[in-house]
T-cell receptor, first 115, second 113 residues
């Protein structure tokens, strides 16, 4: 079945450091790929997405590129801020001709950014 | 625009008791999802509704869990009887239409003792 594997956390960085959170997936066909973020005390929010190979999703300085050849969707940010401290989830939605649109999530990576 | 509302936010019960959670999706959203998020894991879909019909409930433990979405608007998820392993955050999400962005509520944190 479909699955998502993302790097184990927690990740602790200093402000302005470069961030990479690795994510790889297993799925048939061409799934859509997502990064969700969960700030402390809040619900999950969509951070960015990509729906086909070589697409780059971007938002709030974060980027991720859909790599079909390596089945990856790594999250990057060039300079993190304290306010980026949160749990980040990689997820996929299987390519489907029906009406099932469930998301399959990775386990999440806790990011802490220190001033 | 109001987001997805869930209640209660927290619930503590003893095993073998029953509990119910409520979700009110964003107005006009046809698709509603219930996910279970166990500590240290990503959310897992329990059930997906399209209007008031069930699309996918393959991972819903039907011997103890039930869900309904009467009138195609708000929804309730019930657990009866609860087990210790049901301790988790229960997330509700909705989307305007199936493949659209899913908007998540704040979740209900259930602790079963």
């Amino acid at each position: 079945g479909d699955s998502v594997t993302q790097m184990e956390g927690p990740v602790t960085l200093s402000e302005e450091a470069f961030l990479t959170i690795n994510c790889t997936y297993t799925a048939t066909g061409y799934p859509s790929l997502f990064w969700y973020v969960q700030y402390p005390g809040e619900g999950l929010q969509l951070l960015l997405k990509a729906t086909k190979a070589d697409d780059k999703g971007s938002n709030k300085g974060f980027e991720a590129t859909y790599r079909k050849e390596t089945t990856s969707f790594h999250l990057e940010k060039g300079s993190v801020q304290v306010s980026d401290s949160a749990v980040y989830f990689c997820a996929l939605r299987a390519q489907s001709g029906g009406s099932n649109y469930k998301l399959t999530f990775g386990k999440g990576t806790l990011l802490t950014v220190n001033p | 625009e109001a987001g997805v509302a869930q209640s209660p936010r927290y619930k503590i019960i003893e095993k073998r008791q029953s509990v119910a959670f409520w979700c009110n999706p964003i107005s006009g959203h046809a698709t509603l999802y219930w996910y279970q998020q166990i500590l240290g894991q990503g959310p897992k879909l329990l059930i997906q509704f399209q209007n008031n019909g069930v699309v996918d409930d393959s991972q819903l433990p039907k011997d103890r869990f039930s869900a309904e979405r009467l009138k195609g608007v708000d929804s309730t998820l019930k657990i009866q009887p609860a087990k210790l392993e049901d301790s988790a955050v229960y997330l509700c999400a909705s989307s305007l239409e199936g493949p659209g962005e899913q908007y998540f509520g704040p979740g209900t944190r259930l602790t079963v003792t």
